[in-house]
């Protein structure tokens, strides 16, 4: 069993960054893939970004790129996303999930969906405003 939490949100201003972290205990950490998903009031859970585990390949969703990255320190057990230029649109809750499933380069487990993650954190509250 794998318990993910999330940190770092907040209330931050258009242009803002904020650096979220998603801190994982239980089994091995180098060993999941780590993902970063979102949540805005009324919509469907969307995929931010992955991190592969291994040589940790990254993949961005077309709305992030170029603003966001994501990376991972497993010495610490912890995935980071750093969040520069943050925009209204990008207001909801944020997640990060886990994947102890191998999919290969970290566009596979984007194009694979939900259905890699065995684990998901509660959340954490990114506002944005204008």
């Known amino acids: 069993q794998v318990q993910l939490v999330e940190s770092g949100g907040g209330l931050v201003q258009a242009g803002g960054s904020l650096r979220l972290s998603c801190a994982a205990s239980g089994r091995t950490f180098s060993n999941y893939a780590m993902g970063w998903f979102r949540q805005a009031p009324g919509k469907e859970r969307e995929f931010v970004a992955v991190?592969?585990?291994?040589?940790?390949?990254?993949y961005y969703a077309d709305s992030v790129k170029g603003r966001f990255t994501i990376s991972r320190d497993n010495a610490k057990n912890t995935v980071y996303l750093q969040m520069n230029s943050l925009k209204p649109e990008d207001t909801a809750v944020y997640y990060c999930?886990?994947?102890?499933?191998?999919?290969?380069?970290?566009?596979?487990?984007?194009?694979?969906?939900?259905?890699?993650?065995?684990?998901w954190g509660q959340g954490t509250q990114v506002t944005v405003s204008s």
């Open positions: 999930a886990a994947s102890e499933r191998y999919y290969g380069s970290a566009e596979r487990y984007y194009r694979s969906g939900y259905s890699p993650y065995d684990y």
């Open positions: 991190i592969s585990w291994g040589v940790g390949s990254t």
